[in-house]
């Protein structure tokens, strides 16, 4: 029997379906949770049951949504009684085009399914490609972030065109046995520039760090780094529509809530100055490896890079806490090859379902997108706000921030 038929053969026996709406995504937590706890590294925190359900009951609760989820298409793929695959998907509409993208879009940070490593990777994800492919009602489905760590990596290489590839840079920890072996393998130089700063910085007042998660201080938090964030923003003249939804942060702050050992721990870290917080920074902790997702500071003391000292703390807080990974994850800035000795591909995916799709792809996806938005990263902030003032609406991200 040829390797085909051995897929069709099994493909036979999985059963694929979609979920629309919150009744049915409740339904499936436990199995959800389960099959994220089996597949492992091979997926992220982005693809766990909190983060996708959390983002869902944030709009509900913000937006009044009801109990329908709009745009949600969960695809779910069992064997028997078991579930095996799972896709974290919703419909998108830019610029006429109507595609499929991973839920959460355009809050997560890395792309990725999760694929019991009891199965056949390529029969599950055919399986569930074959079904999200014929969807009449999609001209593209584009699959942005996936690391080369993920269980579809490989699959979504074969069967989908590739677009932007970048990387995400991330600090192996394993290598130190404690801080003191951490500060050793810093350059001298570096580790001059870091003391320095500190000691100036420590010159102003009593500096402190701590690092909150479950408690009421992480959501007030939260707050103040969301503000700070999108006034960083604003001074840049970079869109801030994530910032501004009060869903996400409502989002971010409910993670506070979620208790369940098989969760990820969210955690604010705070730097603070005569008790009063200038540096924070919002992240997961998933199964030895930390999460980088929000860095924000107090403009006041932006002369002291209170970012940096912040971060410097919190690689330190994971050294001492077990943490096998910090990730900066993908968006690019140089200050943070500073601080990485790792690296891993991000790649974006695209497959065509419509002509109109494929034109799409051809046109924007692949050529002007990047173009646009290397024009935007380059440009001043009084030429970022004509840009902008000219192009009306942008599909770009907010860059993260440097200190």
Request: aromatic content about 10%; charged content about 25%; some cysteine.
């Amino acid at each position: 029997m040829t390797r085909a038929q051995q897929i069709n053969q099994a493909k036979a026996k999985l059963k694929v379906r979609v979920l629309h709406n919150r009744k049915a995504i409740l339904g499936i937590e436990e199995e959800w949770r389960d099959l994220a706890a089996r597949a492992g590294k091979t997926a992220t925190v982005f693809q766990g049951f909190d983060w996708v359900y959390s983002w869902l009951e944030a709009n509900i609760t913000v937006h009044g949504n009801s109990c329908q989820c709009p745009g949600i298409h969960i695809v779910v793929v069992w064997s028997g009684d078991e579930l095996v695959g799972l896709w974290p998907l919703q419909y998108d509409n830019s610029l006429g085009v109507r595609s499929l993208c991973w839920a959460t879009t355009p809050a997560l940070q890395y792309g990725g399914v999760l694929i019991s490593p009891d199965c056949d990777t390529e029969q599950v994800c055919q399986a569930a490609f074959e079904l999200i492919t014929n969807d009449s009602k999609v001209d593209l489905v584009q699959l942005d972030k996936v690391p080369e760590s993920s269980a579809i990596f490989n699959f979504l290489s074969q069967m989908c065109k590739k677009s932007l590839a970048s990387h995400a840079l991330k600090l192996d920890l394993t290598q130190f046995a404690n801080t003191r072996e951490y500060q050793a393998s810093i350059k001298k130089t570096a580790r001059r520039a870091r003391r320095k700063r500190l000691n100036k910085l420590g010159r102003q007042g009593d500096l402190s760090f701590e690092v909150h998660s479950h408690d009421e201080k992480y959501k007030s938090l939260i707050d103040t780094a969301i503000r700070w964030k999108r006034d960083w923003l604003k001074r840049r003249n970079w869109p801030a529509p994530l910032m501004n939804d009060p869903a996400f942060i409502w989002c971010l702050q409910n993670f506070a809530d979620c208790r369940d050992p098989r969760s990820s721990i969210w955690r604010v870290a705070e730097l603070s100055l005569d008790g009063l917080p200038i540096a924070l920074e919002a992240g997961a902790e998933l199964d030895g490896h930390y999460y980088s997702f929000l860095g924000a500071f107090d403009p006041t003391f932006a002369a002291y890079s209170p970012g940096k000292i912040e971060m410097q703390q919190m690689i330190e807080w994971c050294i001492g806490h077990n943490v096998d990974e910090f990730d900066f994850l993908v968006v690019p800035s140089q200050y943070k090859s500073d601080w990485t000795n790792s690296k891993t591909l991000v790649q974006d995916f695209s497959y065509a379902v419509s002509k109109r799709g494929k034109l799409f792809h051809s046109l924007w996806v692949k050529r002007m997108r990047p173009a646009v938005r290397d024009r935007l990263e380059k440009a001043s902030p009084a030429s970022r706000k004509l840009l902008f003032s000219a192009l009306k609406k942008t599909p770009l991200l907010p860059q993260k921030e440097k200190s």
